[in-house]
Nanobody, 114 residues
Framework: QVQLVESGGGLVQPGGSLRLSCAAS????????MGWYRQAPGKQRELVAT???????NYADSVKGRFTISRDNAKNTVYLQMNSLKPDDTAVYYC????????WGQGTQVTVSS
């Protein structure tokens, strides 16, 4: 089944930026729609952004205009550029195929705090 390794999280001040990366293996990456998801403490996991195999993107209203999802098929990697970060963006961020199936990676923690 698909293997996913997320990286790039950290502690950032409100208004700051981070770029998350996710390396995928055991899938035909170029044919897969991919998504970034997040789970804040005490909340359900939610979909943040998706990108199709053709590069079309979609975003949750809460991140539209601030986050950008992209992919590099040569590297089997999907990215999430996060700008103008807010404390409400604090969560563990995961990537997965879209729609997701199978197990999840370990995620990467993003903490937005002054």
């Amino acid at each position: 089944q698909v293997q996913l390794v997320e990286s790039g999280g950290g502690l950032v001040q409100p208004g700051g930026s981070l770029r998350l990366s996710c390396a995928a293996s055991r899938i035909i990456f170029s044919r897969a729609a991919m998504g970034w998801y997040r789970q804040a403490p005490g909340k359900q996991r939610e979909l943040v952004a998706t990108i199709t195999s053709g590069g079309s993107t979609n975003y949750a209203d809460s991140v539209k205009g601030r986050f950008t999802i992209s992919r590099d098929n040569a590297k089997n990697t999907v990215y999430l550029q996060m700008n103008s970060l807010k404390p409400d963006d604090t969560a563990v961020y995961y990537c997965h195929v879209y729609p997701p199936f199978g197990s999840w990676g370990q995620g990467t923690q993003v903490t937005v705090s002054s």
